[in-house]
């Protein structure tokens, strides 16, 4: 019995051993033994290529994948040899790492690295933050951190990480990725394009070689192309600072802006604003493209020009709206200005100056209120039912009823020829105007106008057209005059919306917006302010549309949203504007620049391109570089030579900060630079001698 009893213990206490080592490796044991599993032959790994790049139609990088780091200390990696070399170097390493994070002391590193030392870690975090990879090459160089990660014990983790370097701008239009971007995109050109953009996985396996463990490579991975978006980022930046202003200034819910170039469809700029809790606007969905709106008196122009095109209006036709109420089928129509008395006898021209909802309501229910899917033919012959079919997700198709769809009355046509009982989004609606601009040719939005791979162009996506005329020439010519007329004529109500500079057309619009059940007048009634239009109107360059959301009166569209169209298109307009340089040349003057000291052969170069008399104390040589200083004078520039000792830190006073960071860092210095204009300052005087590596600050007034 007493034998059978120890036979039991033994396995007992076996058993229990093997449970506790099983512990230990899993548990404390778990990275070492995962480093010595990745020393082996792994089959089939993917590799991961670089997200493609989208840039703005100029060039600025507007999204880029950046790799991020969290470093790592394994304690245990290379034994007594790589410990011993930690302590004689910790406090050496403990400032490096102060200079590359300043936020922390030496003193916390050394004891947060001593702390991690004792515990014996294999995993230890050395900085709690994410990193740039500028900050983990210079951590890199550190002593013992220099070495590989199975002898100095130094490793980390890769996150890539999507940057946008312009912020908010377009930000829901170029849209999102997920954390991890091998996940691909949420939503925007991101998600539109991803197949393009993320590239193709490669394949690579482990294989010892001549006692190493290397990586092969058995299929390269394809880095994601690149898109040529066809934002520009200063009409951006123009358009969200013009709304955002107005939107803050007349406490509004949400505003939109589209910018379009007239002849290809490229949009320019995109602004959604939604205010959140906090008062502050911000990007958090497209509106612009998606928002399902009562369109308002935006939409009248359509309805006048589906009448003339009709042939059952002319220009010279009117209406007596009389003191501003009348009845349709039972239901009072108001203008604007009822309380005022009204607008009495209007001509068709007028009825869209000034916006009356009688003038339109009564032209287009005494012409097709006996036969209105007719009205609606026309509104399908100019494609303002149709989608749009974007280069990006997420947009709302028109809603435009018909008779036949059901729950149609006597006051249905009336009341959509204003604009309401059907829905059309915002950009939509730009659109429609854009081929008014566009001398009747409908062509899509886009957004993204070339993909480009390696710096090359691989296919450039070209402009599409919806619908080559939505209207005859004689009608085309009539709006296009009526629309000009809004903005300049003494009784038109987008006069906001203008210029001194050039013309504007366009037109105003101001809805009430349904609640949903409650209808219109369920709570607090809120509104929706518009303008819509092209400049220069004689010869359109761009289109665009302001559509803001807000509580309450006063609301105008020709105030609120026509004022901040007035103000994106004189900028818009002044940023292309280009002027003949020649015309401010005074003939009479010979204008001597100040020229900066630096490389003086460039310098000579330039000066003789440009005609300017210069005097010299040197002769140059083809690629021989002249560093010196210059004196200018009333008639012409002195260029003085002086000699570069290599092995001495060089005066930089008085130069550019081009030349200046060159010729220091080719003497082996790094530069700290700061301010614009030429060095007044420099940390390190001239003639010191160079120790290579060194930081040296220069200062620019």
């Known amino acids: 019995m007493t034998r059978y009893f120890f036979v039991i213990l033994l396995m007992g206490l076996t058993g229990v051993a093997i449970v506790v080592k099983a512990s230990i490796i899993m548990f404390g044991e778990r990275q070492y033994w995962k480093d010595v599993a990745d020393r082996f032959v792994k089959e089939n790994v ?54 590359i994070f300043p936020d922390k002391s030496a003193a916390h590193f050394k004891e947060h690295l001593l702390k991690g030392r004792k515990q014996g870690s294999r995993n230890y975090l050395i900085y709690p933050n994410r990193i740039s990879y500028i900050q983990y090459k210079e951590a890199k160089r550190l002593p013992v951190f220099n070495l590989n ?22 930000a829901r239009t170029l849209g999102d990725v997920y954390a991890d971007t091998a996940q691909g995109a949420k939503n925007g050109i991101e998600l539109a394009f991803d197949s393009i953009l993320k590239g193709r996985d490669g394949i690579t396996h482990r294989q010892k070689v001549k006692n190493k463990y290397l990586n092969i490579v058995d299929l390269a991975p394809i880095d994601g192309s690149d898109l040529i978006s066809t934002i520009d980022v200063g009409m951006q930046d123009i358009c969200e ?36 809790g906090d008062g502050k606007f911000r990007e958090t969905r497209n509106g612009a493209i998606s928002n399902m709106i009562e369109p308002g008196s935006t939409f009248k122009t359509a309805s ?36 005022r008395g009204g607008y009495q006898y209007l001509t068709v021209p007028e009825i869209l100056m000034v916006s009356s909802n009688i003038g339109v309501s009564y032209l287009i229910d005494k012409h097709y209120g006996n036969n209105p899917d007719k009205f609606v033919e026309g509104l399908h012959r100019m494609s303002l039912n149709e989608s749009l079919n974007l280069q990006i997700p997420g947009e709302g198709k028109p809603n435009i009823r018909r008779p036949k769809d059901g729950r149609w009355s006597k006051t249905a046509l009336p009341w959509m020829s204003i604009g309401y009982e059907t829905q059309v989004p915002p950009i939509n609606t730009l659109t429609f105007y854009n081929a008014i601009a566009n001398n009747g040719k409908m062509v899509k939005p886009k957004f993204v106008k070339a993909i480009m791979r390696n710096g090359e162009i691989i296919e450039e996506l070209p402009t599409e057209v919806i619908n080559p005329s939505i209207c005859s020439e004689s009608t085309l010519h009539q709006i296009q005059g009526i629309l000009t007329d809004v903005v300049n004529h003494k009784k038109g109500l987008g006069k906001p919306a203008g210029s001194k500079q050039f013309l504007v057309a366009g037109k105003t619009g101001t809805a009430q917006v349904s609640q949903g059940a409650a209808g219109y007048k369920g709570g607090t009634v809120n509104y929706l302010v518009s303008f819509c239009g092209y400049f220069p109107a004689d010869a359109p360059q761009f289109s665009c ?29 002044a940023k292309n504007l280009v002027l003949d340089i020649r015309n401010a040349i005074d003939s009479t003057s010979i204008v001597i620049p100040d020229v900066k000291a630096g490389e003086l052969a460039e310098a000579k170069r330039v000066l ?67 301010g614009v204009g030429t060095v007044r300052r420099q940390s390190i005087p001239h003639g010191t001698a160079i120790r290579t590596g060194q930081s040296i600050a220069i200062e620019l007034n």
């Not at 007349?250 to 959604?272: D, F, P, R, S, Y």
């Not at 012409?636 to 930089?652: D, F, G, M, R, Y």
């Open 46 to 99: 993917a590799i991961k290529p670089n997200r493609g790049n989208i840039l703005s139609s100029d060039g600025s990088m507007m999204a880029s994948s950046l790799p991020e780091y969290r470093i790592y200390m394994d304690f245990k990696a290379g034994g007594y040899d790589k410990d011993t070399m930690l302590t004689n170097h910790i406090s050496e390493i403990a400032a490096g790492l102060h200079k």
């Open 608 to 674: 003789d391109g440009l005609k300017i008399n210069s005097q010299t104390d040197f002769r140059s040589k083809k690629n021989q570089e002249v560093w010196g200083n210059t004196n200018t004078l009333a008639n012409e520039v002195n260029l003085h030579a002086k000699e570069i000792n290599n092995k001495e830190v060089p005066s930089v006073i008085g130069m550019g900060a081009k030349d200046a960071v060159y010729l220091l860092e080719s003497r082996g210095l790094k530069v700290n630079l700061s």
């Open 545 to 573: 549309i302001v559509a803001i959301q807000k509580s309450g009166l006063p609301a105008s569209g020709g105030l609120m949203a026509g004022s901040v169209f007035g103000k994106i298109a004189e900028r818009v307009y």
């Open 149 to 170: 990660k199975y002898k100095g014990g130094f490793h980390e983790q890769v996150y890539n990480q999507r940057k946008k370097p312009f912020g908010s701008l377009a």
């Open 304 to 339: 006048i020009m589906v009448a003339l095109e009709d042939g059952v209006i002319k220009t010279t036709d009117g209406v007596n709206t009389g003191n501003g109420i009348m009845m349709m089928h039972g239901r009072p129509m108001r203008d604007h200005n009822w309380r």
């Open 241 to 276: 600072k013009a709304l955002v202003d107005k939107l803050t200034e007349i406490n509004a819910n949400e505003g939109v802006v589209v910018l379009m170039e007239v002849a290809t469809g490229e949009v320019k700029a995109i602004v959604n604003m939604t205010k959140g």
